[in-house]
């Protein structure tokens, strides 16, 4: 079957270099290229790994001494005897990498104060934040009684997308005063205050010296270990989340990244060139190549480009000079891909066995642009094919070009692989009948060989739009499968389908920027205590107003975190806005609790009770007041693993719920085993309880255990004025519902409790 002449385009190849080399070069203006750079300096590094100079030595305050000294923050104590210990062993300097800007215990206080009067050698942190666009910053500097006798330094970082430090500031400029950074003062180097410098992460950590805290405390090191040198002490545990992602290494404590960064400037002074030199070579040698006639000098030219980018850094980053490749790298290989791809499309645009237009062919038809898109799928054709001699697929075919070509005998078909079949038509067109007529040809069985073969197609078809030729075909394709498996004859793309899978591919990556970017906020649904009639607790949720989308079911941001190990970092946010709250709240009403959801994903989370209490011991809060919230089948997770950390949070004091109590398979050995000091009622059955007899004597039965398990028991769900009077019958403890309270502003809870007058009329 013939289908006329295709018409071989003609491209210009200064067009081709003009749109490739704009968007490499909006690659690189725009960052975009920032992902791909890293891994390959990551990879560069490991061709010229070198050792450190060992005169930083790093005092880390590690796991072991975590649990030596048993409590976190520690006691300022301690910091003093390591500062008294590592001064008398001769050391040069000592950074102490941990905040002391906030007051403690007095006689701790006092004790630090006294050791760095005598030690005179100590330089102590400062976080600094970014403050207006002049190049300031704003810093929370040590307590004045310990600044009077230390030198300050910043020990602030710029990280990216992946918690690695790829730049490090020289220091900061205050309204009063400059502050170094860490590094440039350990390297005793100045630099322009907001000036970055480029780590060079080709030093392997694990060269750094290093002796446990617990050791200096225990007076357990050898101190030529110490004299003349410089010292740093600072957590590498990461249980306190004080860690970076290390390029080449993993995660490793910031003392590591600021040791590294001084290290680096030991060496010499970086110089970051950027991308632009490299990317000015690639044009020039990208622009040769494009207008090289033969094909095979063409490649030689794109290759040996391609080549200098990647081997040439190696050469220069172990001499301190870093070049960013990706955007040139990028030009080359766009240009090159796309003149190769040139060469192959004209002369592969004919399907072999049927001699069919492909849908490659399909793509380069200009007219189609305006056009709608129909594909077609015969959903069976690999499972036909399999059962048909090799040279009968092209009979097989010539009947379903037949069927498809009913109505319009003149139409150009296109052939893809599996049995897919396009073609384009006026978009005024009626498709409903006429693609009902087709879908109704192909009821009649094909014959090949006298065999009859069923075919089984559906058609989905693509309006218009301003996208291109292939997400269209694509966008066709998936309504064709959508409609099969709705059971549909045909059906519309949908471009909402598109939006939403956009969304979803792209919510995880925003979810933990919108957290820093304070989009995601902290609602609290009020507790009313059935005896009392008043409100004595709220449930903390999580609320996300994204700025373009407006607000996100927490159902669908909170689910996809938890499927995806994401939840830590939006549950600490959670956790450490509800414990503040809770606390401001107390100072109303002593006895208010607040309560928080925990995903089962974070009960193997050997950090989160170190975390936890000291977010209790920040905002001044009695750990009795905070309960966790586990559905009812994260709890009864039988696992050692599980309850030995539901154990260890009940001896900080903090409360156990088992929510949606009611959809698991919890038994009374269970509830035995979990620590949990409440039961909190699914709402489907509190719901349900006036109206159906099972529900009210599963929650009535339901308090009765708890009460006798000396548990709580919190119903969920209350809507209805009658509901909450049969719950008071039951003596249920509290309720949580809508006729109690929707779910409010930090603001509006406070005026509530303010208020103290009684939720509701006894």
Not at 347 to 361: D, I, K, Q, R
Request: proline share 5%; glycine share 8%; aromatic share 6%.
């Amino acid at each position: 079957m013939s289908w006329g002449k295709l018409e071989k385009p003609k491209h210009s190849p200064l067009k081709l270099l003009l749109w490739a080399a704009v968007a490499a070069f909006l690659a690189g203006i725009l960052n975009l290229s920032s992902i791909p750079e890293d891994m390959l300096r990551t990879s560069r590094n490991k061709l010229h790994m070198q050792k450190a100079s060992g005169d930083i030595v790093l005092v880390a305050i590690d796991d072991a001494s975590l649990r030596e000294i048993g409590r976190w923050p520690w006691p300022r104590r301690n910091h003093a005897t390591m500062i008294d210990r590592i001064s008398a062993a001769g050391a040069d300097r000592i950074f102490l990498d941990v905040m002391v800007s906030t007051k403690s215990d007095p006689a701790d206080d006092n004790i630090l104060a006294q050791s760095l009067k005598r030690s005179k050698i100590v330089t102590l942190p400062t976080q600094t934040r970014e403050g207006p666009n002049d190049g300031s910053a704003r810093d929370l500097p040590p307590l004045p009684m310990f600044a009077e006798h230390a030198e300050l330094a910043s020990i602030a970082l710029k990280y990216n997308y992946q918690n690695a430090v790829w730049d490090i500031p020289y220091g900061m400029r205050t309204a009063t005063r400059t502050i170094p950074s860490f590094p440039a003062k350990m390297a005793r180097v100045a630099g322009t205050p907001g000036e970055l410098f480029t780590p060079d992460y080709s030093i392997d950590p694990a060269s750094i010296p290093v002796i446990s805290a617990r050791m200096i405390l225990a007076g357990k090191f050898d101190p030529a270990a110490l004299r003349g040198k410089t010292v740093v002490i600072g957590a590498t545990s990461e249980i306190l989340n004080d860690t970076y992602f290390v390029p080449g290494t993993g995660k490793l404590g910031g003392p590591y990244v600021q040791a590294i960064g001084a290290e680096t400037l030991k060496k010499g002074i970086p110089m970051h060139f950027g991308w632009g030199l490299t990317f000015i070579l690639a044009l020039a040698a990208t622009y040769f190549g494009a207008h090289v006639g033969r094909a095979r000098f063409q490649s030689a030219i794109f290759l040996s480009t391609v080549a200098v980018l990647l081997v040439a850094p190696v050469f220069l980053e172990a001499n301190l000079i870093f070049v960013d490749v990706v955007p040139g790298l990028l030009l080359v290989s766009t240009v090159a891909s796309v003149l190769a791809s040139r060469r192959w499309r004209e002369g592969g645009l004919v399907n072999a066995h049927s001699g069919l237009p492909n849908l490659n062919a399909l793509l380069t038809n200009r007219q189609g642009r305006s056009r709608a898109l129909i594909a077609a799928r015969i959903l069976n054709y690999a499972e036909i094919i399999a059962t048909l001699p090799s040279d009968d697929e092209g009979k097989l075919v010539e009947q379903i070009v037949a069927r498809l070509s009913v109505g319009s005998p003149g139409r150009q078909l296109f052939q893809g692989d599996d049995g897919i079949f396009a073609w384009f038509e006026d978009s005024h067109l009626p498709f409903a009948n006429h693609l009902d007529a087709l879908y109704a040809l192909f009821r009649n069985p094909a014959r090949v060989g006298g065999l009859p073969l069923d075919l089984t197609i559906s058609f989905g078809v693509e309006i218009g739009s301003n996208r291109s030729l292939a997400n269209r075909l694509a966008s066709a394709l998936v309504a064709a499968e959508e409609a099969a498996h709705d059971g549909l004859k045909w059906k519309y793309h949908d471009p909402e389908t598109l939006q939403n899978a956009s969304w979803k591919l792209s919510m995880l990556s925003q979810l933990d920027e919108a957290v820093d970017k304070g989009e995601i906020w902290v609602a609290y649904q009020p507790k009313l205590d059935l005896k009392t009639r008043e409100v004595i607790g709220a449930e903390a949720l999580a609320r996300w107003t994204h700025p373009d989308k407006g607000p996100i079911a927490a159902t669908e941001f909170v689910t996809a975190a938890e499927q995806h190990d994401r939840i830590g970092k939006l549950t600490d946010f959670v956790l450490d806005q509800s414990i503040k709250a809770a606390a401001e709240l107390n100072k109303k009403r002593s006895d208010f609790g607040i309560a928080v959801n925990l995903s089962a994903k974070l009960l193997s989370d050997q950090g989160l009770t170190l975390r936890l209490a000291a977010m209790l011991a920040r905002h001044g809060l009695k750990s009795e007041r905070l309960t966790l919230e586990l559905t009812e089948t994260a709890a009864l997770t039988d696992t050692g693993a599980a309850i030995e950390m539901l154990a260890s949070l009940k001896e900080i004091g903090v409360g156990i719920s088992i929510d949606d109590y009611g959809t698991g398979l919890s038994t009374l050995d269970y509830l035995k085993k979990i620590p949990a000091s409440e039961i909190k009622i699914d709402q489907s059955f509190i719901k349900g309880m006036l109206d159906n007899r099972s529900d009210r004597l599963m929650v009535q039965s339901t308090i009765g255990l708890a009460h006798s398990l000396g548990r709580k028991v919190v119903a969920e769900g209350v809507e209805r004025r009658e509901t909450l009077d049969a719950l008071i019958e039951m003596e249920c403890d509290m309720a949580q519902g809508f006729i109690i309270g929707r779910p409010m502003s930090l603001e509006s809870l406070l005026k509530r409790v303010s208020n103290g007058r009684k939720s509701f009329a006894a």
